[in-house]
T-cell receptor
Framework: GQQVMQIPQYQHVQEGEDFTTYCNSS?????IQWYKQRPGGHPVFLIQ?????EVKKQKRLTFQFGEAKKNSSLHITATQTTDVGTYFC????????????FGTGTRLQVTL | GAVVSQHPSWVICKSGTSVKIECRSL??????MFWYRQFPKQSLMLMAT?????????EQGVEKDKFLINHASLTLSTLTVTSAHPEDSSFYIC???????????FGPGTRLLVL
């Protein structure tokens, strides 16, 4: 079945440093979504990317969808302590099943 | 954005009892609802997909007789964990969407602890 892996598994940065998490799917995706889950919370939808090579920005967050639609990345510029949490990508395979498969997640810790 | 609620948010029960978790879409009609399970420090794993008025489709390895799903209306789906055991302790999260091309909205989750 489809597998969605993320690296790194965990990253600890100092406030102000940049952070990137990478997401790789074993199959081609129709779209990819990104979620943030704060400790003790539930996943909160951040963004969806649909087009090959698409880049979207939300303030300090930059999301990219690969040309082959099998990988994606989330980059945070100048991290803040409020960015702490686990970031999941979730990919939807092409076809009618349209099941969302979550990546393994990257836990981000930000300290002053 | 759209709102999905879950009830209860926390439940502690004795081994062998059954627990029902409700998932409601509050401001839209959810043609499809999904149930996920998340163990500590792990990702969300899809358990089953349910479409209103039809039987749920379970993922491989998920026992349909143990995790009963009912999607009786366009705004409500329930997950019943039957004869719960300590290994069923987990964070159960539902999500709902209005149509195949629509965004999936997640509920706040239900933490289940089986003693």
């Amino acid at each position: 079945g489809q597998q969605v892996m993320q690296i790194p598994q965990y990253q600890h940065v100092q406030e102000g440093e940049d952070f990137t998490t990478y997401c790789n799917s074993s199959t081609t995706l129709s779209n990819i979504q990104w979620y943030k889950q704060r400790p003790g919370g539930h996943p909160v939808f951040l963004i969806q990317l649909v087009k090959s090579g698409e880049v979207k920005k939300q303030k300090r967050l930059t999301f990219q969808f690969g040309e082959a639609k099998k990988n994606s990345s989330l980059h945070i510029t100048a991290t803040q302590t409020t960015d702490v949490g686990t970031y999941f990508c979730a990919g939807r395979e092409t076809g009618t099943a349209s099941k969302l498969t979550f990546g393994t997640g990257t836990r981000l810790q930000v300290t002053l | 954005g759209a709102v999905v609620s879950q009830h209860p948010s926390w439940v502690i029960c004795k081994s062998g009892t059954s627990v029902k978790i409700e998932c409601r879409s509050l401001d839209f009609q959810a043609t499809t609802m999904f149930w996920y399970r998340q163990f500590p420090k792990q990702s969300l794993m899809l358990m089953a997909t349910s479409n209103e008025g039809s039987k749920a489709t379970y993922e491989q390895g998920v026992e349909k007789d143990k995790f009963l799903i009912n999607h009786a209306s366009l705004t409500l789906s329930t997950l019943t964990v039957t004869s719960a055991h300590p290994e069923d302790s987990s964070f159960y999260i539902c999500s709902a969407r209005a149509g195949a091309r629509e965004t999936q909205y997640f509920g706040p989750g239900t933490r289940l602890l089986v003693l």
